[in-house]
Nanobody, 117 residues
Framework: QVQLVESGGGLVQPGGSLRLSCAAS????????MGWFRQAPGKQRELVAT???????NYADSVKGRFTISRDNVKNTVDLQMNSLKPEDTAVYYC???????????WGRGTQVTVSS
């Protein structure tokens, strides 16, 4: 089993920045993709960004140029640096880990990000 714990959410004004962190523990299969998803009230969960073990990244169009995902393969962490935040970025942000072999698909409990003046 894999456990994911997020941290770093909070309230920030439009234009501000936040950094989310996620720590993975347990039986972590090395070949995996880690990422961040978000879910706003009344909306479906959507992809924000993903990063492979080889540091290949993928971003939602809505966050390109503003958010940066990174990972530490030794510490088994993935971070999301969020700049130029907008009210529409308000959501619960979830950390995710998917294994490239097998059906491993793990989620954190989420951290709230609120962008408001």
């Amino acid at each position: 089993q894999v456990q994911l714990v997020e941290s770093g959410g909070g309230l920030v004004q439009p234009g501000g920045s936040l950094r989310l962190s996620c720590a993975a523990s347990g039986s972590i299969f090395r070949l995996n993709v880690m990422g961040w998803f978000r879910q706003a009230p009344g909306k479906q969960r959507e992809l924000v960004a993903t990063i492979t073990i080889g540091d290949s990244t993928n971003y939602a169009d809505s966050v390109k140029g503003r958010f940066t995902i990174s990972r530490d393969n030794v510490k088994n962490t993935v971070d999301l640096q969020m700049n130029s935040l907008k009210p529409e970025d308000t959501a619960v942000y979830y950390c995710n880990l998917k294994t490239l072999i097998g059906n491993g698909d793990y989620w954190g409990r989420g951290t709230q990000v609120t962008v408001s003046s």
